[in-house]
């Protein structure tokens, strides 16, 4: 009796696993490869997520997937294989029951780096694995390869220069001169700060075109591209500091550049944390995802563009004007990075000329740009970024058996720092709500 019970229930228990298994079960449905000068990227599209782990295997050179609790239905000898990497792909003798273990037998060595991405218009849940040619030279992030939090990258592009000295004051102050000094001092104040580090796209008395400054700017990976400027007007009594983003007009016609662009090299859009392949989609959805991509960078440039205007206007006489303005400069044409330009005021207005002059009151506006980006940048850190520990707030799930002192001692805190946290005027929490853990 009792031995019969003992296997009922073991083949309920196996039964019920199975079940859980065949509603589980990820079945990868195709695969595509895309071929650029350096890597391969396999897409792996499947009809739910799955968890992976990679292998690398030398002689001869070799990736194993190991991939739980799922199954391939597409023909693995009939792939359409367009990699110099990638020779074949087959399925290997599991290592466990329930694992789907395939091969990717390669010609040459590669690193690969793999990472999921969520359905996305026509396409589903999909694995991706970035074979990178060991080969060739690779420009890497910096730092985040390590694994170590980065420093958020901020371009600082002093405007004008060499030929083109840009605005002209009364008593013959360039604004390239100006802009150039007033950028470094901003780069100084930058750099002072912990978790912060800023670049000079600019370094000395030349010109750099506009594409190329965004261009400098993207290489160095940086995640606010800032132009400094002083204006010109023909009439002396103009005056007033202002912060400008790129307008939709301007934003519409880079769009449409940017495509032409794509279909000649595939490009990489987005900074180290938000890559998107453009060349992994067709026209239509390449479209939409630079409109997307563009929209956030003109909504992000719009939230620094307040930050930084609210704290220039403490410090300079007079701003322009009370709110952020637009324009379709070119310069702010950068669908991936957030982006704005400051005007430091009016070099023309002989008031304006005279402080933009001194070293101090340059030094003063720089300050107050720099805090503008810092208080942007404790709000909206990027993943990864010393200043994400630093500042941003940590969401807590409230579980069953939770109460606010336990969740207090939990995170270091006191309940009265969670209430005034999350304004609350009670002490009582509810299973699944989210609480605010001020940084103690
Ligand atoms: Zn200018």
Do not use: C
């Not at 290997?92 to 969520?118: I, Q, T």
């Not at 901020?154 to 150039?180: C, F, N, Q, W, Y």
């Not at 909206?380 to 707030?393: I, V």
């Amino acid at each position: 009796m009792t031995m019969i019970k003992k296997h009922l229930t073991k083949t309920l228990l196996a039964t019920t696993l199975m079940l859980g298994f065949a509603a589980q079960a990820a079945v990868i449905k195709s695969m595509r490869f895309w071929q650029s000068p350096e890597s391969t990227r396999v897409v792996f599209d499947l009809t739910s997520p799955v968890e992976h782990e990679l292998t690398v295997l030398t002689n001869p050179d070799r990736i194993v997937v190991d991939i739980p609790e799922s199954r391939v239905s597409v023909d693995l000898s009939q792939l359409d294989i367009k990699s110099d990497l990638v020779k074949r792909v087959r399925q290997s003798k599991p290592p466990k029951e329930g694992v789907l273990r395939l091969v990717l037998d390669l010609n040459k060595a590669a690193e690969p780096k793999s990472f999921a991405l969520k359905p996305y218009q026509e396409y589903g849940d999909r694995l991706v694995i970035d074979l990178v040619d060991e080969k060739r030279e690779v420009i890497k992030p910096p730092e985040s390869a390590t694994g170590a939090e980065r420093d958020i990258v901020i371009a600082v592009d002093a405007g004008h220069g060499g030929e083109d000295p840009g605005a002209m004051g009364p008593s013959g102050t360039r604004e390239k001169d100006i802009v150039l000094q007033l950028s470094k001092e901003l780069v100084n104040a930058i750099n002072r700060v912990n978790g912060l580090k800023a670049i000079m796209v600019r370094e000395g008395d030349y010109y750099i075109p506009h594409r190329k400054r965004t261009d400098i700017a993207r290489k160095h990976r940086a995640d606010l591209f800032v132009s400094v400027h002083a204006d010109g007007f023909k009439s002396p009594r103009a005056r007033g500091a202002s912060v400008w983003v790129l307008n939709l007009y301007g934003a519409k016609s880079e769009v449409a550049r940017w495509m032409k662009l794509q279909e000649e090299k595939s490009e990489l859009l987005g900074g180290v944390d938000s890559t998107v392949v453009l060349s992994e989609y067709d026209n239509s959805v390449r479209s939409v995802l630079l409109d997307l991509q563009m929209e956030s960078s003109i909504a992000e440039s719009f939230k620094v563009g307040r930050e930084v205007h609210s704290a220039m206007k403490r410090v300079a006489p007079k701003m322009h004007k009370n709110y952020v303005e637009e324009n379709s400069l070119l310069v702010l044409k950068n669908p991936d990075i957030p982006s704005i330009l400051v005007e430091s005021g009016f070099i023309s207005n002989p008031g304006e000329e005279r402080l933009l002059k001194t070293t101090a009151y340059r030094r003063k506006l720089a300050g107050a740009v720099k805090n503008g980006i810092v208080d942007y940048f404790k709000q909206h850190a990027p993943d990864g970024t010393k200043f994400a520990t630093l500042y941003r707030k940590n969401i807590y799930h409230v579980k069953r058996g939770d109460n606010l002192i336990n969740v207090a001692k939990r995170f270091n805190t006191s309940v009265s720092e969670i209430k005034k946290a999350n304004k609350m005027t009670s002490d009582t929490v509810r299973i699944g709500q989210k609480l605010v853990i001020p940084r103690s």
